[in-house]
Structures are given as structure tokens and as C-alpha cells.
């Protein structure tokens, strides 16, 4: 299976982040062509789905997204970068072993595993500045890394199939993707808003 | 009282038919006769049967039961074993006519009624549909029950085919059937039969529509899921097949990780067979679990769930607000800028959904479309349209992630201008008019010129002409006017040289008495001037033996004075090297004659053993090389070595041949460049003292400056390539006189004098050649012959050959 395309903070201030879009395969429904093109859609109501980034409360409509304070949506898209640290880099060394896959899917989920890590420094750099300028507070500084948490959320992960985990992944890239463009043009209105 | 004729005519009646005799039961039977023509009047009809073979005839006994013209047999006259012979008689007034007889008998015309009541019923019980269908025999004349007992027989068909689907069904008067096609409506009939006899007709149809099957609903499927905005989201599906009742679709939905089973919130939003998701109960990163219920009477249906995740759904409307603009850019090249709107209900100011653009277009007539991806932006610029034509551009868009294309915009239509510019059309305009007139110009010129254009492409042939000569004045042997004649005075010299030289006479010695009086002879001059052109003698014969060079120049002239002349010869060095190369470096594209003369100073060098003959009567070499040499603004004379005493004969010859012979008497030198040494080669073989004509020598001589070598030569032939003249400019030719012919053979020459003062020679060639023989004895043993040595050189400076000397290096 071919890893889905990860978000990317396009469009971020300081984050130069524009990786090509990852999604190449057709059977992902990547180009858009249609549902018949989603025959995966049919296998998502399987029951045992079930993602370790589930438990967050994160927001899934545009209001709640936007009601949010920054701080608490800035401080979700950094938990989530981190919930994924650890499981890709774990993914990775998982298909390594895998003879029937296709060369270019090992360099793509490692070239996957650094987008996210650069995005995630990226994030935080960017935080780092907003919070220096005062756009956001520095409440929840605190929480944004708790390792603890973040090992029991990476176990669980290490047990997903692996087409679950790269469902898991896609939507929780999309996730964040949206995240970071209505934090951006919350911040900064007039950057192509 | 008028006469009407009624124009029937009343005869006896014709003759009527017994049509037909039948019997419902077997009991009575009846028959029926159709009448013939009536013949005017009226007719009564008789029936007379009898029976079998009696005799006996009885009358019908009952005309009325079964109608006109029939005949009623009731039981007490029937007697099926009997056959019955019957005839029917028409009379009128007139007469009477009586059938053919008619055998009957009576079981063979049996045929009932058709059956009567038919009645149908349908049942439907589980899933089955029945067909009751009930009937009545046939009803009999005398009302009673009809105790007979049919057969029947049952037909029915559904009411649009045509086939009849036939049943036996025996003696009961009902059927039923199962077999029936739900909802079609079927049309039945009946009939029956005694035992003996035939079917009776078909009863009156009856029709019988069987109710369709009651099922429940089949399975509906859903469509699609869309989402316009990815705010909202609406699923369509595909109703089920119903049997005819009424059905009823819900929708029902449960999300990722509940268990609660929600309904549609709204039905009507998007349609019919649609399920319209609002904001409220819209979730992303959640999957959808959707499934439809059919439900009819019979029963329901549940379709496939469908899963979906709102994310993955979105499907925009087209852009809107599309606007084309056509710009100039610098150049005056329209482009075109495309601008457009997002969708309305795309919300792109908030980042939630970031739309992706995609442009198409084609010409109007045109059959691909050409895509351009665009990117995020609202505008675009295209350079690359052609004027003149109409295009059809189209936008669309999908969201930066996942999600649909949406619908193409409607078409939009763009009209390029045809930049028709003025400056365009006038560059080209000017370019055809000059075009156009260049070509009048070359073609004007080619017809003006072609003659000459003609001439230079394709110069004409020489023929051979001898310019100057007047034969008249040949014949009248008057030397010096022949020479005025001949002289060369405006002398044509370039082109005409090779002309001239052609009136060369290389003469014979077989022909020298001939010659003698070659005065007298001008035929034979002019045979001996044609001789020498025509044939290749060998002598000499770069293009006419050895007076070419002479001819080149404008006075020709025999020095009339084998006296004294200056040699002028032309050094010889290096053998057959320098001949060449002067004869080379004389060679001047307008100096043929030079070249000719060098070529023939070659040829007859190196032939000088061979020829036969001399032009001139040779004196014997012991004597001298006479060398007469003409100088006056000829270059070059031919010197013509020869016997003194001979000389009065030769001179006609040589005068005729040369011009300016009396100017060969002045002894003028002027610049001559060259002048023809004509040497008569000593044949040491020879013995003898006599007119040795074998071999004509010329000696090409060059006046050479002193100091200068041989290349010098070649000096002269540059600088005589600006004259066109066949003479060399003189100024750096020099004369040396001969002293003195050593050995036979060789030469000997004077330093010019002069010529140790100045390159021209003109002046004191003059003088010199008054004294050639002063100098000559003078400066005897200071000059060195150009001995046969190769390298010899006369250290006078001037250049003198030897040809004969040199000669066998010639060969």
C-alpha cells in the first residue's frame, strides 16, 4: 500500500514545507475521480479501525476549528505531529523487511517520516515566535510534550495493521493540514485568505 | 299513357343452391338454400327430399324454425342412418327450377353450438395466481336441458401475443389454471363437440387480468455521497425495484465509534432519493456508516452500508465570475488574462478549503482540449493564442487535498483580433514592388546585353582570320607598302595577337625556292601564313611556330639589317627551367602572343633538332646567328637569323610575315620587351655550310635589366599585365647586343651598356643598336655565352639565352 500524502503546512510562515503530494496511487482515491475510486471507503466500517490519536479531542468541523483558541489549536497540531513521531519511525523499520513492496514505497515512508519531523520543528519554531510576539500565550506550554503519553499512545500504534495505520495517518495528516491553515489565516488574515 | 318498360325481363326462375345442411345434435339438422335470380317475379321456393333409395318425396316439413330459406328437420323427421337426397325447387308464373339434389347424411353434418356463460375467476394465494374458468353447453332449439354430453376444449393467450395456448379439457363444463403470468391480462375461449361430428365454433372471448406478484422491495443501493464545501454533505440513492406497490426509503446512519443509529435529517433538501446532511450533523475525520431501508406491503429491503468520510467527498462547484480580457502586451501581441471566483460556497478566507484550479481551452473548430493546471491562484495569463480565431476556455477546481473535480464552468468564448497592422502589410508590400522591379531591371538588362552576355559566356570561335593583310597588296609585291600594310600602325595588339601570329610563315626548306619569289607568290605566302596556322608542324608550335612574339608586337619588323642587331635574347638559364619559366612568367592573360612565344621558344628549342626546316633560309651557322630585332613600340621582333645572302629573299618573307620591317631598318628599340630570336640552330651533325633550314630557333629574348635576375621576368610579365598589349613593359627589359656566335652554337652577347645606367632602354638601345658592331668587338670576351651549362649566367645582368645551346637540355 502506498503511504497516503502527509499534510504539509503550506502556505505557514517560516515553514517552507512543499513537499509533492505523496498521493499517487489511484486505488487511494488520491486523484479525485470519484468514489469508485474509494473502494478502501467500503473497508473503513471495519470495526477494529480504531487509531491511537483517537482518544484526542480534537475539533472536526470548521466552527469548532475556528471557535478554538489558538493556543489550544497550536498546541493540538503539535500533539499530533508528536503522537506520530514514534510511529513512523517504528512503521519504517517494519516495512523494511517487507520484500514485496516496491522500492520507491521505503523511500517515500521514509521521505514521509521527515516531512513530518521538519513540520513539527517547523510548528514549533513557529509557536515558538507567536508566543514570542504574543499572539498566543504561553499556557499550554507545559503539555505539549509529555512523553508519557505519548508512549502509550505510540504503543498502541506499533499494534495497528498496517493498512489501519496508514488510514490512521492519512486523515490525521489531513487533520493537521487543516489545522495550520485556519491557524494561519486566523493569524494573519491577508496572507491568501 | 307513356310505355314503361321495367327492362326486366320475366322468365322462370334460376336455378337455386342448397348452401348448407346441418345438425346441432344429431336429432334435427337443418338446411339452408341460397335462391338463384328470381327471375322478375316472385318466387316460391319447394324443398323435396326423400330418403335413401325410396322413391317416396316429401316436402320440407318446416320452412321457419331455422329462418328464410331453410328447412327445419325435427326429431320425427330425422333419421341419422338414412341419407337424405334433397332438392329445392323455385317457381314463379313463368316456370320453375329445381336444384341439384343434395345427399345428406345426417351424422356427418353434426357440429354444436358453441358453448355458452363463459366465466373467469383469478385466486391469488401464495404467490400463486389461479385461473377459474366456467361455461354452459350449448342451449338446444326445443328449450330443455341439453343432456348431450360435449367435449370441450379451452383456448386463452395473454392479450398481446398471438399464439392460443389450447387445453382439452374434457366434458366438464370448468377448468383452472396456474400457470399464469403475474399482471397479464389473458383473453379465453371455449368450445365443444359431440362424439361424432366436428368442434363447434369458438365461444365469445373473454379476457381475465391476473394480478401482479406482491414482493417486498428489492435491495436499494446507495449512490453517491457529495460534498460541496466540506461544510455540509448530501447522499443520493438508487431506489429498488418495487412489485408494483408503494415503497418507502429511509436512511439510516450511524458514525465511527457510536453505536446510536441516526435517520436522515432531511429528505427533501437535495430531491427525491436523497439525504441532505446540514452543518450540525456534519462531522470530519469521522466515518459515516450509511445504509437505505425499502419497505412496501410485502415486506423490506436493506441496501449495502456505504462508508464515508466527509473529508475524502468534497466536490466543489465550478469557479465563478469568470472574466477574459484581452491585453496588448509591448510587442502589440494580444494575450489574454482569465480571472475568475472561487465557488460561492467555498469558504477559502478561512484556509478550511483551498481550492486548486484547472483551465482548459481549444479552438472553436478545434477537437482536443488543451489543460493548464493553475494552481491556487484566481488569474492567468495566456501569451500563446493565435489571432484570428475564436476560443472556448472552461475552469474548474478541487480542493488542494483530497477530493473531486468539479464540474467544467460553462463555456466562455474569446475572439482573438487579427492584428492586421498596417506596417506589416506595407513591409511586404515594398518588399514585392522592389522584388518586382529588380526583376524588370535583370530581365531589361539581359536583353539588352545578351548578345554580349553571350558572347562572354560563350566567346565565339577564332577563326582564322588574318586581319590587316590586303591579298591585293600581297599580289602587287611592293614590300614596303605591304609592310605599311602590314604595319601596325593602330595595330590591334592584345587580342589580335594570336591573329597575327597566325600570318607567321614557317618556312620550309622544300618550299624555299617557292618562297623566293614569295612576292609573287602571295597565295603561296599566304598558303605558307596558312601552312603555318594549319598544320602542326612542330616548329615552334605553341600556337604558330615562333613568330608569335613577334607578331605580338606592334612593329613587327625584320630588322632588314642581319647587321647589326642587338640581340636580344633572352638568357637562358638554368636550361629548360628559365625557358619555362618566362614562358611562364610571360604568360599574361593579355599577352597571349607572349606566352605563345615563350611556349614557342620552348617548342622550338626543344625541337630544334628535329625541324626540318627553317622558315628562313639559314645562313650557316659559322657565319652568324643574324639576328635582326625589331624594335619600335613593338616589344619583341622576330630575329631572324639568317643568311645574308638570303636575306633579300627571306625579307620579303620575313616581310610579309612581319610587320614594321622598315622599322627594323631604323633599329629603333624602344621598350621591346621581347623579341623573337630566331636562331638558326647550328646542327653540329650537319654538314652542310648551306641553308641548314632544319631548325628554327627562336630565341625569345628579354631585355633584362642588368642587375636583376631572371625573376626578373616575371617582374615584367606582372608589370606587363597592366598594358594589354601583347608587349611587356619595357622598363625593365634590356638589350644586349650578340657579339658573336661561338661554337655554332652559342651566343655571345653584349652587356647593354646602358643598362648598367638605367632600366629603360629606350634611348640608348638606340644607340646601341647603331653600334652593335662596335660593341660587339669591344666587349668580346667579357661576355660569356650562355654556355649549355645550366647555371651559366651572364653577369652583365641582362639575360640573353642561347636556345641552342640550351637545346639539348630541351630535349
Known amino acids: ?193 | 299513357m307513356p310505355v314503361i318498360f321495367l327492362g326486366v325481363s320475366q322468365s322462370y326462375p334460376g336455378k337455386p343452391q342448397i348452401i348448407r345442411c346441418r345438425s346441432l345434435e344429431k336429432e334435427t339438422f337443418s338446411c339452408w338454400w341460397k335462391p338463384g335470380s328470381d327471375g322478375g317475379l316472385p318466387n316460391n321456393y319447394t324443398l323435396f327430399y326423400s330418403k335413401d333409395s325410396e322413391e317416396k318425396i316429401y316436402e320440407c316439413p318446416d320452412y321457419l324454425t331455422s329462418g328464410p330459406n331453410s328447412c327445419y328437420f325435427n326429431k320425427n323427421h330425422t333419421n341419422p342412418w338414412t341419407t337424405y337426397i334433397i332438392t329445392v325447387m323455385a317457381t314463379n308464373e313463368i316456370g320453375s327450377n329445381t336444384s341439384d339434389p343434395q345427399h345428406v347424411d345426417v351424422t356427418s353434418i353434426v357440429q354444436p353450438d358453441a358453448p355458452v356463460n363463459l366465466s373467469l375467476e383469478t385466486n391469488t394465494s401464495a404467490n400463486m395466481s389461479h385461473l377459474w374458468a366456467k361455461w354452459s353447453p350449448p342451449p338446444l332449439a326445443d328449450a330443455g336441458f341439453n343432456s348431450h354430453v360435449y367435449h370441450y376444449e379451452l383456448r386463452l393467450k395473454p392479450e398481446e401475443k398471438e399464439e392460443w395456448e389450447t387445453i382439452s379439457v374434457g366434458m366438464q363444463t370448468h377448468y383452472e389454471m396456474t400457470s399464469l403470468q403475474a399482471g397479464v391480462k389473458y383473453i379465453v375461449q371455449v368450445r365443444c363437440m359431440l362424439d361424432l361430428g366436428e368442434w363447434s365454433e369458438w365461444s365469445s372471448e373473454r379476457s381475465i387480468q391476473v394480478p401482479k406478484e406482491r414482493l417486498p422491495p428489492e435491495k436499494p443501493r446507495i449512490m453517491k455521497c457529495r460534498s460541496p464545501e466540506k461544510e455540509t454533505f448530501t447522499c443520493w440513492w438508487k431506489p429498488a425495484l418495487d412489485g408494483g406497490l408503494s415503497t418507502n426509503h429511509t436512511l439510516l446512519y450511524s458514525k465511527e465509534g457510536e453505536e446510536k443509529v441516526y435517520e436522515c435529517p432531511d429528505y427533501k433538501t437535495a430531491g427525491p432519493n436523497s439525504c441532505y446532511f446540514d452543518k450540525k450533523h456534519t462531522s470530519f475525520w469521522t466515518i459515516y456508516n450509511i445504509t437505505v431501508r425499502a419497505t412496501n406491503e410485502m415486506g423490506s429491503n436493506v441496501s449495502d452500508p456505504h462508508y464515508v468520510d466527509v473529508t475524502y467527498i468534497v466536490q466543489p462547484d465550478p469557479p465563478v465570475n469568470i472574466t477574459l480580457e484581452l491585453k496588448k502586451s509591448i510587442q502589440r501581441k494580444p494575450y489574454l488574462v482569465l480571472t475568475w471566483s472561487p465557488p460561492p460556497l467555498a469558504d477559502v478566507r478561512s484556509g478550511w478549503l483551498t481550492l486548486e484550479y484547472e483551465l482548459r481551452l481549444k479552438p472553436e473548430e478545434g477537437e482536443e482540449w488543451e489543460t493548464i493546471f493553475v494552481g491556487q491562484q484566481t488569474q492567468y495569463k495566456m501569451f500563446s493564442l493565435n489571432p484570428g480565431k475564436r476560443y472556448i476556455i472552461q475552469i474548474h477546481c478541487k480542493p488542494d487535498h483530497h477530493g473531486l473535480w468539479s464540474e467544467w464552468s460553462p463555456e466562455m468564448y474569446i475572439e482573438i483580433p487579427t492584428d492586421f497592422r498596417a506596417k506589416d502589410m506595407a513591409v511586404w508590400i515594398i518588399v514585392g514592388v522592389l522584388s518586382s522591379l529588380i526583376c524588370l531591371v535583370m530581365s531589361w538588362i539581359m536583353i539588352m546585353k545578351g548578345y554580349r552576355m553571350m558572347a562572354f559566356i560563350l566567346p565565339p570561335v577564332p577563326g582564322p582570320k588574318i586581319k590587316g593583310i590586303d591579298t591585293h597588296l600581297l599580289e602587287t609585291g611592293k614590300s614596303e607598302e605591304l609592310l605599311s600594310a602590314l604595319g601596325c600602325h593602330g595595330f590591334p595588339p592584345t587580342s589580335d595577337c594570336e591573329e597575327l601570329l597566325i600570318e607567321y610563315l614557317e618556312v620550309e626548306d622544300s618550299e624555299d625556292q617557292q618562297l623566293m619569289p614569295s612576292h609573287d607568290t602571295p597565295s603561296k605566302n599566304t598558303k605558307i601564313i596558312l601552312k603555318e596556322t594549319d598544320s602542326d608542324s612542330g616548329r615552334g608550335s605553341c600556337d604558330s611556330p615562333s613568330l608569335l612574339p613577334v607578331k605580338c608586337r606592334e612593329s613587327h619588323s625584320l630588322p632588314s639589317v642581319l647587321q647589326t642587331q642587338d640581340v636580344r635574347a633572352k638568357e637562358k638559364k638554368g636550361g629548360k627551367g628559365i625557358w619555362e619559366t618566362q614562358c611562364m612568367a610571360s604568360e599574361q592573360k593579355t599577352l597571349p602572343c607572349n606566352s605563345e612565344s615563350i611556349k614557342s621558344c620552348t617548342w622550338l628549342a626543344a625541337q630544334l633538332p628535329s625541324n626540318q626546316a627553317a622558315m628562313f633560309a639559314y645562313h650557316s651557322t659559322v657565319e652568324a646567328f643574324k639576328i635582326t630585332l625589331n624594335t619600335t613600340n613593338v616589344n619583341t621582333s622576330p630575329v631572324l637569323v639568317g643568311n645574308e645572302e638570303n636575306r633579300q629573299s627571306l625579307y620579303p618573307i620575313a616581310e610579309t610575315a612581319y610587320d614594321d620591317m622598315e622599322k627594323i631598318s631604323e633599329m629603333e628599340y624602344s621598350r621591346s620587351d621581347q623579341t623573337m630570336v630566331q636562331v638558326r640552330q647550328n646542327q653540329q651533325n650537319d654538314n652542310s655550310p648551306f641553308l641548314n633550314p632544319k631548325l628554327m630557333d627562336y630565341v625569345e629574348v628579354h631585355k633584362v635589366r642588368q642587375d636583376e635576375e631572371p625573376t626578373l621576368l616575371l617582374k615584367h610579365k606582372e608589370n606587363s599585365g597592366k598594358t594589354k598589349k601583347c608587349t611587356l613593359t619595357g622598363t625593365s627589359k634590356e638589350y644586349t647586343k650578340v657579339s658573336t656566335v661561338v661554337d655554332h652554337h652559342i651566343l655571345v652577347l653584349l652587356p647593354d651598356q646602358r643598362t648598367q645606367n638605367t632600366p629603360v632602354s629606350q634611348e640608348p638601345v638606340a644607340e646601341t643598336s647603331q653600334n652593335p658592331q662596335q660593341s660587339q668587338t669591344e666587349k668580346n670576351s667579357s661576355y660569356s655565352t650562355t654556355a649549355p651549362s645550366d647555371s651559366r649566367r651572364d653577369t652583365s645582368g641582362s639575360d640573353y639565352m642561347d636556345p641552342s645551346s640550351f637545346m639539348p637540355s630541351f630535349k
Request: hydrophobic share 25%.
Open chain 1, 1 to 193: 500500500p502506498h503511504p497516503p500524502s502527509p499534510s504539509e503546512g503550506r502556505g505557514r510562515p517560516g515553514t517552507a514545507l512543499t513537499g509533492p503530494p505523496l498521493c499517487g496511487a489511484p486505488e487511494e482515491g488520491c486523484d479525485g475521480r470519484g468514489e469508485k475510486h474509494f473502494p478502501r471507503d467500503n473497508e473503513l466500517g471495519r470495526p477494529a479501525r480504531k487509531c491511537h490519536t483517537s482518544g484526542m479531542l480534537t475539533p472536526n468541523g470548521k466552527e469548532y476549528a475556528q471557535k478554538i483558541p489558538r493556543e489550544e489549536l497550536t498546541h493540538l497540531i503539535l500533539k499530533l505531529l508528536q503522537a506520530w513521531k514514534e510511529p513512523l519511525s517504528h512503521f519504517n523499520q517494519h516495512i523494511e523487511h517487507h520484500q514485496q513492496l516496491p522500492d520507491d514505497s521505503l523511500s517515500k515512508a521514509k521521505e514521509i517520516s521527515n516531512m513530518v519531523h521538519e513540520l513539527k520543528t517547523g510548528v514549533e519554531k513557529v509557536t515558538e515566535k507567536m508566543q514570542s510576539m504574543g499572539i498566543i500565550s504561553n499556557s499550554l506550554n507545559g503539555m505539549a510534550s509529555s512523553e508519557g503519553t505519548g508512549l502509550s499512545i505510540s504503543n498502541e500504534a506499533n499494534m495497528m495493521s498496517d493498512s489501519d495505520f496508514i488510514h490512521c495517518f492519512r486523515r490525521d495528516s489531513n487533520k493537521v493540514q487543516s489545522y495550520l491553515k485556519i491557524l494561519k489565516c486566523r493569524i494573519m488574515p491577508e496572507n491568501s485568505c
